[in-house]
């Protein structure tokens, strides 16, 4: 019963939180200067009228805002403004599938390198080999993708020819770009496991497993690794939306048609359907992400149900 009332509550909460960012989204990009119909060259105003009525941009913008969710209710995130031809639905679905594979394949990278540089670092504390390891992670979150990304292109690409510069199908280049989030964000859970392994390995039932003589290698993984690993499991959530969501730098870079390049255009162009509809999507993810690893961090430590 418990279990059911944590997920029950969790999810009103994740709904609660979706209907805030959508609105919060809807009314910041509607107050925003300037329009979608409003670009360099002057629009007549009887044009400029006829185009706001079809789209409903003459109404109030609180009716605006309740038939926006009724749409949304439905699915229909309406027609992209900047876009012509396509609806929302259809530039996400294109753009949604890249942008979740490069942000998938980087969160896996960052786990594999974080990981075991976290616990190798928290198995060796104060040790050269310690302040070696955290040293390169704090290296790691110092450089932003922007600076990463060119330096991997140059590397792998155009001196060692191993992949290609940019593109998307049939083309190598995502790898370096899921590489490049990979390598960003492993510094950040290496810290994290680091300083959660070491929160561990100082609590009572480990300094009991020490006593009765058990192996180092036995007491890491098996008594500490569980619980220092809880924290990292919490991070994940977010780690994997704001890859998704912040992989924009990289698909310019490597020429990746995602989701980011959407938005940013997006936004420059005030197509608000598109603004308010990528925006809806991450923030979904986000909630979804951040719902499954409630559960799974639940599991794994059952005192964060109650809140202990």
């Not at 070491?198 to 009991?208: A, H």
């Not at 959407?262 to 608000?272: E, G, L, M, Q, V």
Request: aromatic share 12%; charged share 15%; with cysteine.
């Amino acid at each position: 019963m418990d279990n059911v009332r944590f997920v029950f509550s969790r999810f009103l909460q994740s709904l609660f939180a979706l209907l805030c960012i959508i609105t919060l989204t809807f009314f910041l990009a509607r107050l925003a200067p300037g329009g979608p119909f409003l670009d360099e060259k002057a629009v007549p105003e009887h044009l400029l009228e006829q185009m706001n009525k079809k789209y409903g941009f003459d109404k109030p913008l609180v009716v605006q805002y309740g038939l926006y969710l009724g749409q949304l209710i439905q699915g229909d995130l309406g027609p992209s403004l900047g876009n012509k031809g396509f609806t929302v639905n259809e530039v996400i679905a294109e753009g949604l599938p890249v942008s979740f594979i490069l942000g998938f394949v980087g969160l896996i990278i960052a786990l594999i390198i974080g990981v075991p540089i976290g616990v190798f670092a928290a198995a060796n504390r104060n040790t050269p080999v310690d302040y070696g390891l955290m040293t390169v992670a704090m290296i790691g979150i110092c450089l932003p993708t922007f600076v990463i990304a060119p330096i991997l292109g140059e590397i792998f690409a155009l001196k060692l020819g191993w992949f290609d510069v940019a593109g998307w199908e049939g083309s190598t280049a995502w790898f370096l770009g899921a590489m490049t989030l990979g390598l960003y964000y492993s510094a950040y859970i290496a810290r994290l496991t680091r300083g959660s392994m070491l929160d561990v390995l100082s609590q009572d039932f480990v300094r009991t497993a020490r006593a009765k003589g058990l192996a180092p290698s036995k007491i890491l993984f098996k008594h500490a690794f569980r619980g220092g690993i809880t924290p990292v499991v919490a991070y994940l959530g977010p780690a994997l939306a704001g890859l998704i969501g912040g992989s924009f730098v990289v698909e310019t870079v490597f020429g990746i048609p995602g989701l980011g390049q959407h938005f940013i255009k997006a936004a420059s162009n005030r197509d608000y359907t598109l603004i308010n509809g990528t925006v809806t999507v991450f923030a979904i993810l986000i909630l979804i992400m951040n719902f499954l690893v409630d559960v799974l961090q639940a599991w794994l430590d059952p005192r964060t149900k109650t809140g202990n």
